[in-house]
C-alpha cells in the first residue's frame, strides 16, 4: 500500500498581503519563517499590528487560532499567503470551516495557486479562541528549490569555429576574399 501524500514536513514561509493580493503588507511578523510542518500544535505566530494567530498545519490541513480579537478592513484582498519552498504542494482547498463567533462574519476565501495558499479574510474578524481550518487535496513534490537559490542552465560546450583559432581563420578567408577582388579590378 502507498504512503499518503501530506504536509508533514514541508518548509513554508508566510507573507502577509494588504490591500491587494499582490501587495505585500510590511506591519506584520511571523515568530518562525520559513518553518516546518511537524506534528507540533503551533508552527509559527501571525502577528499583524497587534492582533495574533496561531498558525498550526496538519498532514492535510491548517488551523488559524485567533489569539487577540481582531477586525480586518474591507479591502480586496487582506490576508496571509504561505508558499510551499520544500516538499508537497497544498493540492487544492476542499474546505473550509469556519468557527468563529463574529456579528456579522463575512466569509473567508482561501485558495491555492501555483506552491502558494492564499487566505483572504477581508471585512471579517472574531474574538480570541475562534477558528478556521483549510482542507486541502495534498498535490505532488515542488521543485527542491529554495528561496535564494540560483537556478542556471547547463553551461554549453564549445561552438565550432569559435575562438582564437576561428578568428584567425575567418580572418584568414576575408585576407584571400580581399586579394582576389585586387587581382580582378
Known amino acids: 500500500m502507498a504512503a499518503s501524500i501530506t504536509l508533514l514536513g514541508d518548509k513554508i514561509s508566510g507573507t502577509y498581503a494588504y490591500p491587494c493580493v499582490s501587495c505585500i503588507y510590511n506591519n506584520f511578523t511571523y515568530s518562525r519563517n520559513p518553518f516546518a510542518v511537524g506534528n507540533s500544535n503551533v508552527e509559527t505566530v501571525l502577528t499583524v499590528g497587534s492582533a495574533n494567530t496561531e498558525v498550526n498545519f496538519n498532514a492535510d490541513s491548517l488551523v488559524l487560532t485567533l489569539t487577540s480579537r481582531v477586525v480586518y478592513t474591507p479591502a480586496p484582498f487582506n490576508g496571509p499567503v504561505f508558499t510551499v519552498l520544500k516538499g508537497n504542494s497544498f493540492g487544492s482547498v476542499i474546505g473550509i470551516h469556519d468557527n468563529r463567533h463574529c456579528s456579522p ?3 473567508i476565501s482561501a485558495y491555492v495557486s501555483g506552491d502558494s495558499l492564499f487566505i483572504n479574510w477581508q471585512n471579517s ?12 487535496a495534498v498535490g505532488g ?17 564549445p561552438i565550432a569555429g569559435a575562438g582564437l583559432p576561428g578568428l584567425i ?6 585576407l584571400g576574399w580581399w586579394r582576389r577582388r585586387q587581382k580582378s579590378a
Open 141 to 157: 513534490r515542488v521543485s527542491d528549490f529554495t528561496v535564494g537559490e540560483l537556478v542556471s542552465d547547463p553551461v554549453p560546450g
Open 169 to 174: 581563420f575567418a580572418g584568414g578567408g576575408l
Open 105 to 107: 462574519c463575512s466569509p
Open 125 to 136: 474578524g472574531g474574538y480570541v479562541g475562534d477558528t478556521i481550518e483549510i482542507d486541502f
